[in-house]
């Protein structure tokens, strides 16, 4: 083994360890005892906004640590780039966690996770743009609501039968957690699932496509990665893609009902009207409004304001905005590396938490053996001659202008 490949593992796992204190949304879940207050008032038709505490985390000790780790890299070699890019992140995460509830956390998330107005490529639509032509091509399927009456524990029960082929050393353990913001989330060990939630039957297959074989997965692979491991970091930077491909591996695999993707267009349209100064209120009623029951319009309201501030002002959690923001990305991905001929580089997005960006980039080193190919990844993107096909006809729809196809003119055909 060469000294640069020493100095780069080694920088690798000091890096890993830097980056550990900073986390963005575990600290900025709400208590459970928020949403019974919200609704409280709300029953006696007295509406407050929640009262809630954003409290700035110090990291200067991190901050400078990850600097002058930084100022040490070889950003000139693909591995050292991708570590330098990975530290840059983090300077910029530890920055925003300190900034809570003023106008620096809301510049910095949209550094990190983007802005409604950002475009999805060069002279394109914006992501606001792509999010209001979902809700209004989805308008006349608003009703078609999946009936969530699974408790928490049956789906971790039918969690733990799915992943047991795919994890099992270590497993992928399925724990219930009342204290948990979201309705499920995962790391590389665990699938967490709030205790008092209620789950569709389409929704076991969404847990087990979006939350195992792609987040547990590809932090798994990153984890055991045999030099750059910093790949199993979970990172802002890579959080689009992360969302993106997740959202993607969904409507492949035929468990992303219009609800859900409604959903996650309304995020983008409620973040719009966060960042234009609409309180929690405003935005708790822009979701209720557009058919979520009153449940799901305090957890996505809720969403937008973690780091936040409540009473509006344009002060707000960008971070939602991932989900079509990412599906963008990657479906766009992975449709142009079909078209120029590199049908590697869908699948090798598994073998860590990265970005396309950081796919095209570190490809060469795969053939060095400095980067490992996904040993966990699902089928849909294994089987590379299935994904080839559905990517390519998926690029030619792109070329139809649906506006100028009248059904009359097919049934004549």
């Not at 593992?9 to 000091?14: F, G, S, T």
């Not at 900025?28 to 409290?55: H, I, Y």
């Not at 983090?90 to 900034?99: F, G, N, R, S």
């Not at 100028?404 to 097919?410: F, H, I, N, Q, S």
Request: a negative charge.
């Amino acid at each position: 083994m060469s000294a640069a490949l020493d100095r780069l593992i080694e920088q690798d796992r000091a890096l890993y360890k830097l980056c550990d204190p900073v986390r963005v949304l575990e600290p900025l879940d709400w208590p459970n005892s928020v949403e019974a207050e919200f609704f409280a008032a709300l029953d006696r038709g007295d509406p407050r906004l929640p009262q809630v505490t954003a409290t700035p985390v110090d990291h200067r000790a991190t901050r400078e640590a990850l600097r002058a780790h930084m100022g040490a890299l070889d950003r000139g070699h693909p591995g050292g780039a991708f570590l330098y890019r990975t530290a840059e992140c983090q300077l910029l995460a530890a920055e925003m966690m300190e900034q809570l509830g003023t106008p620096g956390f809301t510049a910095r998330s949209r550094q990190l996770y983007g802005a409604p107005e950002d475009l999805v490529h060069a002279g394109g639509p914006s992501q606001r743009d792509a999010a209001e032509h979902l809700l209004a091509r989805t308008e006349g399927f608003a009703s078609l609501h999946p009936v969530e009456d699974l408790p928490a524990e049956v789906v971790a029960d039918r969690l733990r039968a799915l992943f047991e082929p795919d994890f099992r050393d270590p497993p992928l353990t399925v724990v219930l957690d009342p204290e948990l913001a979201a309705k499920a989330s995962a790391s590389s060990t665990r699938v967490r699932l709030r205790a008092d939630a209620k789950f569709s039957e389409a929704a076991v297959m969404q847990l087990y496509h979006h939350e195992a074989m792609v987040h547990a997965a590809t932090r798994r692979n990153g984890k055991d990665q045999p030099v750059l491991r910093c790949l199993g970091l979970s990172t802002p930077r890579t959080t689009c893609a992360q969302e993106g491909l997740a959202t993607l591996a969904e409507l492949i695999t035929d468990c992303c009902d219009v609800a859900r993707l409604r959903r996650l267009a309304l995020r983008v349209r409620a973040i719009d009207a966060a960042l234009a100064g609409a309180d929690f209120l405003e935005v708790y009623r822009l979701f209720e409004s557009a058919g979520q029951t009153r449940d799901e319009s305090y957890a996505s309201a809720q969403r937008v304001f973690r780091g936040g501030d409540v009473r509006g002002g344009g002060i707000a959690l960008t971070k939602d905005l991932v989900y079509i923001k990412g599906l963008n990305l990657v479906g766009n991905f992975m449709r142009r590396a079909i078209a120029e001929g590199r049908p590697e580089l869908p699948l090798l997005l598994f073998a860590g938490r990265m970005t396309p960006g950081d796919a095209v980039a570190l490809a060469p080193l795969v053939e060095e053996g400095l980067v490992r190919l996904p040993t966990l990844a699902p089928s849909w993107v294994k089987n590379e001659a299935c994904l080839v096909a559905y990517l390519v006809w998926s690029a030619f729809l792109d070329q139809v202008q649906l506006d100028a196809v009248r059904l009359e003119d097919l049934a004549a055909g």
